[in-house]
């Protein structure tokens, strides 16, 4: 399974390690979100910067919404052609989804599509702390409710 990932706090006071990793991560400024492999590479990436993101498994229908409703198409006229005829592309968004939900390939190296969604602020608030982490009551670090908080962000 794909692992969303949701940057929640600013870019304030942001020490220059966890900058690197979180621009590594494609997460440069608040309330933007990616897809990533469920590896242990990811996972030491996601429990070092636990302060300033939170993330979840993605089902397939989140990823879908994603894409449809927050996906920006790359628009690059620096890309060769030859770059373009490396990279796979897919007949539908279905298909799409079918192969990063299940990890068969990093959503980050799809041509067409850029590799982050800016989102809005969730329509309702925070039912949580923000500066805390979902074992202590708040919304940072591993959240199982990570998903319904996204669809009242989309």
Known sequence: MALLVVRM???????????TTLKNLNLNKRFSATLVPETTNYLGMLRKVNQWVAWSKADSDIIK?????RG?????????????KT????????ELVN????????FSEQNNIKPWFTLNPPKGGFKKSSK???????????????????????
């Open 65 to 69: 919404t994603l894409i449809e409703k």
């Open 87 to 94: 990279k796979p592309e897919y007949k539908g968004i279905d």
């Open 9 to 19: 706090r600013g870019t304030v006071n942001v020490p220059y390690w966890a900058l």
């Open 132 to 154: 805390k982490q979902f074992s202590d009551g708040g919304i940072l670090g591993n959240n199982k409710e990570l998903l319904e908080i996204v669809k009242r962000m989309i």
């Open 99 to 106: 192969v990063v939900a299940n990890d068969k390939v990093k």
């Open 72 to 84: 920006k198409k790359k628009g690059s006229a620096s890309e060769s052609e030859e770059e373009k």
